[in-house]
């Protein structure tokens, strides 16, 4: 199938379903994992085998951080390569799945606690496409991105997605991609390629995060700030935090928690993923 036949396949057939799509958290570490086989990369492919086959696929990324909410709203999506010093060959990679105009104006009106933009200048950055490239690597899914507001805290973020909840039970298949624990600075580049090595901190925030997480506990993971020094080293920054928010805030009653990936590299950065149903 040919990524226009999809597009109008897929144009107007947003009827509820019977079996609720699962939501992700998906750590998606460094570009390479686009294209290299790795641990992160199999998985990714398996998991794709292991869910129903989405009617379109719906990314909050961190590298979309923008003032205000914007989703994009093109038919087609350009492959945005949002990084640097990395080898050509990824460079050169397109993914060139097909947007989905008419779920980007469904989702903004869904959203009510927000004024959504369509955009049409994005397209999908290295956040999205890394991922979902392994998962559906036909490209014959339609694939959109919602942007993080910069200028709203966790707690508004946790409650825009559970406005999304009504596209689970249609079909489309919502992401988070970030990292749980990211802290570049400290990141020990020389041990990137080990399966697993963690600072203590960053090792003791990821266990005390998939506990809360568990639990189903998460007024303190949208309070990170109040959880101490270890906290605020394993997000210095929110973007890679914030999509798993999003995550969260769409998990159902009846939704079981899982984890995979769940592997800490260069000491200060964790691929531990999320999948709730």
């Known amino acids: 199938m040919t990524a226009l036949t999809a597009f109008r396949s897929f144009t107007g057939d947003l009827k509820e379903q019977e079996q609720v799509m699962p939501v992700l ?12 086989d790795t641990a992160f990369s199999r998985r990714w492919t398996q998991m794709a085998k292991e869910i129903p086959t989405p009617k379109a696929v719906l990314v909050v990324s961190a ?55 369509l955009d049409h200048d994005w397209g999908l950055d290295h956040g999205t496409w890394t991922i979902v490239r392994h998962m559906y690597p036909d490209a014959d899914i339609p694939v959109l991105q919602l942007s993080i507001d910069y200028t709203k805290g966790p707690q508004y973020h946790y409650d825009l997605a559970k406005e999304l909840y009504s596209l689970r ?69 929110p973007e890679h935090y914030l999509p798993l928010m999003y995550t969260l805030g769409l998990k159902g009653d009846k939704d079981a928690t899982s984890f995979f990936n769940d592997k800490t590299v260069a000491g200060s950065l964790t691929m531990t993923s999320v999948k709730l149903g």
């Open 25 to 36: 958290f998906i750590g998606h570490g460094s570009p390479m994992n686009g294209i290299e």
């Open 63 to 117: 590298h979309w951080f923008t003032k205000g909410t914007k989703i994009t709203a093109m038919e087609f999506p350009k492959t945005i390569h949002d990084f640097g010093g990395f080898p050509k060959e990824l460079f050169e990679v397109q993914y060139p799945a097909p947007g989905y105009p008419l779920l980007a104006k469904k989702t903004a009106d869904l959203l009510h606690s927000a004024h959504v933009e």
């Open 169 to 237: 039970k249609k079909g489309v298949l919502i992401i988070g991609s970030g990292n749980m624990v990211h802290n570049l600075r400290m990141a020990a580049w020389n041990r990137l390629n080990e399966e697993q090595y963690g600072y203590d901190w960053a090792l003791q925030m990821n266990d005390k995060f998939k506990q809360l997480i568990s639990n189903g506990d998460y007024k303190p993971l949208i309070n990170y700030e109040s959880m101490g020094r270890e906290a605020m080293l394993a997000i210095p920054t």
